[in-house]
């Protein structure tokens, strides 16, 4: 079992930016393959971001490229959300995901593991 606990959330004003933290616990974090996702109010939860175990893989929803960045510390275990140029179109529950066996399974928003998530209210 993987525990996620998303921090960082919070309001914040249209152009500002947040950085949004997973800790995680369970399993050994370097060999996960992780993720960011969003719900916001009457929409399905779509995905934002998630990175490889192995350095370099990186992907991104269009809507947020060049505007988010997604990192991981693997000595901290935790994973990173930074997002710059916010707009009321990125208020949303975020949440974490975890995934130990296949990269795509994150990016096709079927991890093995969730978080609680954390709420971001961007206002206009």
């Known amino acids: 079992?993987?525990?996620?606990?998303?921090?960082?959330?919070?309001?914040?004003q249209a152009g500002g930016s947040l950085r949004l933290s997973c800790a995680a616990s369970g399993r050994t974090f370097s060999r996960?393959?992780?993720g960011w996702f969003r719900q916001a109010p009457g929409?399905?939860?779509?995905f934002v971001a998630a990175v490889s175990w192995?350095?370099?893989?990186?992907s991104y929803a269009d809507s947020v490229k060049g505007r988010f960045t997604i990192s991981r510390d693997n000595a901290k275990n935790t994973l990173y959300l930074?997002?710059?140029?916010?707009?009321a179109e990125d208020t949303a529950?975020?949440?974490?995901a975890a995934?130990?066996?296949?990269?795509?399974?994150?990016?096709a928003g079927t991890p093995q593991y969730w978080g609680q998530g954390t709420q971001v209210t961007v206002s206009s």
């Open 93 to 96: 529950v975020y949440y974490c």
């Open 54 to 58: 192995s350095v370099g893989t990186t």
């Open 1 to 12: 079992q993987v525990q996620l606990v998303e921090s960082g959330g919070g309001l914040v």
């Open 43 to 46: 929409k399905e939860r779509e």
């Open 32 to 34: 996960l393959h992780l």
């Open 99 to 107: 995934d130990a066996r296949v990269y795509r399974s994150v990016v």
């Open 82 to 87: 930074q997002m710059n140029s916010l707009n």
